[in-house]
């Protein structure tokens, strides 16, 4: 009966011994069209690389040419549609009358035309120092200044936010609005 076990343990113990053994495969035929030869590693657990047959990557310096850059760049905000220059004027024209609430109606409707525009932020900045709403004021005139982009409309806001600190007392948006107005 020993004998028996023996015999059977020997030969699962030759069964999983195949096993575990990487598995032959025959050589591939070269193929005569190929001019050149692949390359093959083998690793010592059995697996076959063939790497690609393109040369190696090579790194080199890349070359960045930056166009010339206008000094003042002008962004489409809006401005040169025609429903947007009318309420403007609507705007311009209510506000010399004094009719302070249609001027910043006006300016409001032109203002989700042209949301990037700084006219829009100085009128309603102007419309709110003359109803007295110096903080408003002040607010929309320095959200104007992040986009006005001649001298002459920062000079207005500023102007703006010069005398919004006037009337709240604060010196130190007065002496603010002082210094940027001598820079401009």
Not at 30 to 51: A, F, L, N, S, W
Not at 60 to 89: H, T, W, Y
């Amino acid at each position: 009966m020993t004998l028996k076990y023996l015999i059977l343990g020997m030969g699962l113990a030759g069964l999983v011994g195949c096993q575990s053994l990487p598995e032959s495969k025959p050589a591939p035929q070269p193929d005569q069209e190929k001019t050149t030869e692949r390359k093959t590693i083998r690793t010592p657990t059995g697996v076959v690389i063939h790497p690609y047959e393109q040369e190696e990557i090579q790194r080199k310096k890349l070359q960045v040419v930056v166009p010339e850059q206008k000094v003042q760049q002008r962004f489409e905000d809006g401005r040169s549609l025609p429903a947007f220059k009318k309420l403007m004027q609507q705007t311009q024209t209510a506000y010399r009358q004094g009719q302070w609430a249609r001027a910043e109606a006006a300016a409001l409707q032109a203002q989700r035309l042209a949301p990037q525009s700084a006219e829009t932020y100085m009128y309603l900045g102007l419309v709110a120092n003359q109803k007295k709403q110096p903080k408003n004021a002040e607010a929309l005139a320095r959200r104007g200044l992040s986009y006005a982009q001649t001298p002459a409309m920062k000079r207005q806001l500023w102007l703006i936010i010069q005398k919004a600190g006037q009337l709240q007392n604060n010196s130190r948006s007065v002496q603010q609005a002082q210094q940027a107005l001598k820079q401009l």
